[in-house]
């Protein structure tokens, strides 16, 4: 049952009614389960998709709580409840570092950003600290999140420490380079040392990364610390 529901597309209504066939033959299906809500978390309908991700976690909480966490930051932005789960991924046995469905973050990444959203920025800064040092020493640098330096030099520009927010840009760039919003904070953080000369220079290379696009982007939702031209604009004006 399970393989016909996958030769039909997503949340059509033969997708979904042989996915409910396979539970009724195999109720401890976690995976049918879970896939049972993705149409509804993607429509907006979280309510529904609680229901069945609910039950997913129940029966697979190693595979799927992470999953629940990562959603509920995502895309319903229950910051709480998010770091709620993250923090319990966090307890459960693990042989990899937990990530989110579409390997974009790390537990640690989204827990970090979960705090800062709640305005906790000491929490928020030890969770990147996670996220970034003690991944390199224990997984592998390889590990890191594509953007994760970027995140923990926004937190340390909203918190005024500048310098150190530019030593993380610059290893983004090496992690990841030629990003807009890597030239677009470097510019924050330059105005915020009060050296417009350089600021200017890197909201003018925002800027022209964005014009070819060069920046984040999610089929879905809006990213975290996503910038856009209107405020590359008002930084130039």
């Known amino acids: 049952m399970y393989n016909r529901a996958d030769s039909f597309a997503q949340g059509s209504f033969k997708s979904q009614l042989y996915m409910d066939s396979a539970i009724r ?3 401890d299906f976690s995976y049918a389960w879970r896939e049972l809500g993705v ?9 529904t998709w609680r229901k069945y991700i609910d039950k997913a976690v129940a029966l697979n909480p190693s595979t799927y709580l992470i999953i629940r966490g990562w959603c509920r930051f995502k895309f319903v932005r229950d910051y709480e409840g998010a770091l709620q789960d ?18 974009y973050w790390n537990v640690y990444t989204m827990a970090a950003l979960c705090q800062q959203q709640l305005g906790n920025y000491a929490e928020a800064l030890n969770y990147f600290n996670l996220a970034l040092d003690t991944v390199v020493v224990k997984y592998g640098y390889h590990q890191t999140d594509m953007f994760g330096y970027l995140y923990r030099a926004v937190l340390k520009i909203q918190t005024g420490d500048y310098n150190s927010a530019l030593e993380d840009l610059d290893l983004q760039e090496k ?3 030629n990003y807009m919003e890597t030239a677009y904070y470097k510019g924050l953080a330059w105005q915020g040392m009060h050296n417009q000369e350089k600021a200017s220079q890197y909201f003018k290379e925002a800027n022209r990364l964005y014009t ?3 920046h984040f982007s999610d089929p879905y939702c809006e990213m975290p610390q996503a910038v856009y031209i209107s405020d590359i604009k008002n930084k130039l004006n």
């Open 39 to 47: 149409p509804y978390l993607k429509r907006g309908d979280f309510y």
């Open 25 to 27: 033959i195999c109720p």
């Open 175 to 177: 992690r990841c380079n």
């Open 212 to 214: 070819e696009g060069y």
């Open 86 to 103: 993250l923090q319990n991924v966090d307890t459960l046995p693990k042989y990899i570092l937990p990530r989110s469905g579409d390997g």
